[in-house]
């Protein structure tokens, strides 16, 4: 009976929140890397050099950097589905103004390079606190033992957006001269729509706490609460932390710059990806599906490696086996000169890059919960999130001045085992994850 009401549970619950979730994420995930996609077109139309689309790119996420903790505290105060919602829609309008810059930049006459970092710094603020918020609001509807791979079905929105999005958007970028505007801001256009119409839909569909969830049934909600609430206090048994002691906490900064290798091996590629396999002398549009191969690869292992996690019960070699990948798979594509080589070597590190993305984020929930998880996943999403803009701008600048990936990709690698190291040195008290014995009210 217990196990029918948990399964019953469960399936409920995955299959009302995950896919939407998805869609959310994967419009998201799109609309800040298609800046990758319109580079193709849009740097020679605007004047930038890689030095300054790599800081442009990675700008965004100084933004998202100081913005991410006060709002994913305001999403835990105000509820998961008027928080997301403010967020999706400020982020689809801003993303729909990248189509302007020509406008903006003769207007304000700051130029197009300044009016670029100017855009992707008001998107990096709008958009901050989505994806931490998300974790923490999973954190509220699954135990333990389903994070990784809720987590993984949920992040498949990342490689997803890129074997998706890719192909879609080298087809919009064939629009150019329409209504007088070019292929990248119809491509910036048409990919905000869905934010700012999915922004109305999060408001009326999403359900703040497990109480609330009138969809499901009295049992399975008193079930689902008191199975969060019973691991809740085995984890503030251990340590109750507060936001204040979050902050500075040992384990939680350790898994920030774990957290910023993943990312820098992550965003490092996907924003010059486009640009390196065009390199490789085809059309815009074959350049857009090449350069999904490794996402596909990525999508695979994401959700397989998250189940296997969660079968194992066991996450700092699931996390760090997947970095070491990642790694040598960039080593090898600077080193490799081969196009079909060098994609298959991308396709290795795609693998390792989003393999360890859903296992990572059930080392900080294990031990945090409440406020403090909130705070925590906030402030390891945010300092992780700088390498989107140290990894991308390191790249841009060591192209200018070496004329080849090579040294960024190598750099990348570098990264990558860096984090393995320190994932690998982390203390992860795996009784934590285990269900609690006592699984009904009492």
Same mark, same amino acid.
């Given at each position: 009976?217990?196990?029918? %009401?948990?399964?019953?549970?469960?399936?409920?619950?995955?299959?009302?929140?995950?896919?939407?979730?998805?869609?959310?994420?994967?419009?998201?995930?799109?609309?800040?890397?298609?800046? @990758?996609?319109?580079?193709?077109?849009?740097?020679?139309?605007?004047?930038?050099?890689?030095?300054?689309?790599?800081?442009?790119?990675?700008?965004?996420?100084?933004?998202?950097?100081?913005?991410?903790?006060?709002?994913?505290?305001?999403?835990?105060?105000?509820?998961?589905?008027?928080?997301?919602?403010?967020?999706?829609?400020?982020?689809?309008?801003?993303?729909?103004?990248?189509?302007?810059?020509?406008?903006?930049?003769?207007?304000?006459?700051?130029?197009?390079?300044?009016?670029?970092?100017?855009?992707?710094?008001?998107?990096?603020?709008?958009?901050?606190?989505?994806?931490? @918020?998300?974790?923490?609001?999973?954190?509220?509807?699954?135990?333990?033992?389903?994070?990784?791979?809720?987590?993984?079905?949920?992040?498949?929105?990342?490689?997803?957006?890129?074997?998706?999005?890719?192909? %879609?958007?080298?087809?919009?970028?064939?629009?150019?001269?329409?209504?007088?505007?070019?292929?990248?801001?119809?491509?910036?256009?048409?990919?905000?729509?869905?934010?700012?119409?999915?922004?109305? %839909?999060?408001?009326?569909?999403?359900?703040?706490?497990?109480?609330?969830?009138?969809?499901?049934?009295?049992?399975?909600?008193?079930?689902?609460?008191?199975?969060?609430?019973?691991?809740?206090?085995?984890?503030?048994?251990?340590?109750?932390?507060?936001?204040?002691?979050?902050?500075?906490?040992?384990?939680?900064?350790?898994?920030?710059?774990?957290?910023?290798?993943?990312?820098?091996?992550?965003?490092?590629?996907?924003?010059?990806?486009?640009?390196?396999?065009?390199?490789?002398?085809?059309?815009?549009?074959?350049?857009?599906?090449?350069?999904?191969?490794?996402?596909?690869?990525?999508?695979?292992?994401?959700?397989?490696?998250?189940?296997?996690?969660?079968?194992?019960?066991?996450?700092?070699?699931?996390?760090?086996?997947?970095?070491?990948?990642?790694?040598?798979?960039?080593?090898?594509?600077?080193?490799?000169?081969?196009?079909?080589?060098?994609?298959?070597?991308?396709?290795?590190?795609?693998?390792?890059?989003?393999?360890?993305?859903?296992?990572?984020?059930?080392?900080?929930?294990?031990?945090?919960?409440?406020?403090?998880?909130?705070?925590?996943?906030?402030?390891?999403?945010?300092?992780?999130?700088?390498?989107?803009?140290?990894?991308?701008?390191?790249?841009?600048?060591?192209?200018?001045?070496? @004329?080849?990936?090579?040294?960024?990709?190598?750099?990348?690698?570098?990264?990558?085992?860096?984090?393995?190291?320190?994932?690998?040195?982390?203390?992860?008290?795996?009784?934590?994850?285990?269900?609690?014995?006592?699984?009904?009210?009492?």
């Amino acid at each position: 009976m217990l196990q029918d %009401v948990e399964a019953r549970t469960i399936a409920k619950v995955t299959t009302r929140l995950v896919p939407f979730l998805i869609v959310c994420y994967f419009i998201a995930y799109l609309d800040r890397v298609n800046v @990758g996609f319109a580079a193709l077109t849009m740097n020679r139309d605007l004047g930038l050099t890689q030095t300054a689309f790599g800081f442009g790119a990675g700008i965004f996420f100084i933004a998202y950097f100081i913005f991410e903790v006060p709002s994913n505290l305001l999403l835990e105060r105000l509820g998961a589905r008027t928080w997301i919602a403010r967020i999706m829609l400020s982020w689809g309008i801003l993303s729909g103004l990248m189509a302007s810059l020509p406008w903006i930049s003769h207007v304000s006459g700051l130029g197009n390079e300044t009016s670029f970092y100017l855009l992707r710094v008001l998107l990096g603020a709008a958009e901050a606190g989505f994806f931490p @918020g998300i974790i923490f609001y999973l954190t509220l509807w699954f135990p333990s033992e389903y994070r990784a791979r809720i987590v993984g079905y949920f992040m498949a929105a990342i490689p997803l957006s890129t074997v998706i999005g890719a192909p %879609v958007s080298g087809l919009l970028l064939y629009l150019h001269g329409g209504l007088g505007l070019a292929g990248w801001q119809w491509l910036f256009l048409i990919e905000a729509i869905p934010a700012i119409i999915l922004s109305i %839909v999060v408001f009326f569909y999403l359900t703040d706490r497990p109480a609330d969830a009138l969809w499901l049934s009295a049992d399975e909600r008193e079930w689902l609460s008191h199975r969060l609430l019973v691991e809740r206090r085995q984890r503030e048994a251990v340590r109750m932390y507060t936001v204040s002691e979050v902050l500075f906490d040992p384990r939680v900064i350790g898994l920030s710059l774990v957290y910023f290798g993943a990312v820098a091996t992550n965003y490092g590629l996907s924003f010059f990806l486009p640009q390196i396999v065009k390199a490789f002398g085809i059309n815009t549009f074959l350049t857009t599906l090449v350069s999904a191969a490794p996402y596909l690869v990525g999508l695979i292992a994401m959700v397989w490696w998250g189940r296997r996690s969660d079968r194992a019960a066991e996450r700092r070699f699931h996390a760090a086996i997947p970095l070491f990948v990642a790694s040598v798979g960039l080593a090898l594509a600077a080193l490799f000169d081969d196009p079909s080589l060098k994609m298959l070597a991308f396709c290795l590190a795609g693998f390792g890059i989003f393999a360890c993305l859903p296992v990572f984020w059930t080392l900080p929930t294990a031990f945090l919960s409440g406020a403090a998880a909130a705070a925590g996943i906030a402030v390891i999403n945010s300092i992780g999130n700088l390498a989107g803009f140290a990894g991308p701008f390191a790249m841009g600048w060591l192209r200018d001045h070496t @004329g080849s990936y090579t040294d960024g990709l190598l750099l990348l690698g570098g990264l990558g085992i860096i984090a393995m190291g320190i994932v690998l040195g982390i203390g992860h008290n795996d009784a934590l994850e285990r269900p609690p014995s006592s699984a009904l009210p009492e």
